[in-house]
């Protein structure tokens, strides 16, 4: 199986995070109307590409290395956000289930026990499907 990551965009676009200080753009009024796909930070042009996928994963790269930076952070409500976001991103991220272990309410570690289960039910799934397709 292929995985591909999300279809571009057309016409206007853009995804920041709060309190972050870089944006993925195209056609906005902080880039040109070109088509291009563009990686802003501070409000300077950093990444300029027609590849879709390329400033998607510069801007998840940014994405990870912000919400890291925020796990430690004096705010529950910060950390437990910052790892809700990095288990967006990958969501084995161990550290980030620590955080929502330790400092989420039972709520949130339901919600994350939840996925876990999911997630292990897929994986069997898939391995039961390649052991019969190998068979």
């Given amino acids: 199986m292929v995985e591909t990551g999300p279809a571009p965009p057309h016409g206007r676009y ?3 995070l ?14 040109p109307d070109d088509g291009r796909f563009y ?19 510069e801007y998840s790269r940014l994405c990870k290395d912000f919400w890291l930076s925020r796990l430690e952070n004096d705010d529950p ?6 790892a809700w976001g990095l288990l967006g991103l990958d969501s084995s991220d161990k ?3 620590a955080v929502i272990n330790r400092d989420g ?16 039910a897929l994986r069997s799934r898939a391995a039961s499907a ?3 397709t190998a068979s």
């Fill in 39 to 57: 990686i802003l930070r501070d409000g300077k042009i950093v990444l300029e590409t027609e590849d879709f996928q390329e400033a998607n994963t």
């Fill in 130 to 132: 390649n052991k019969s």
């Fill in 18 to 31: 709060a309190g972050a200080d870089f944006s993925l753009e195209a056609n906005t009024e902080s880039v």
């Fill in 105 to 120: 309410s039972p709520q949130e570690r339901k919600r994350l026990e939840q996925a876990q289960s999911r997630r292990r």
């Fill in 14 to 16: 853009r995804r920041a």
């Fill in 95 to 97: 550290e980030a289930q």
């Fill in 77 to 82: 409500a910060i950390r437990i956000q910052s």
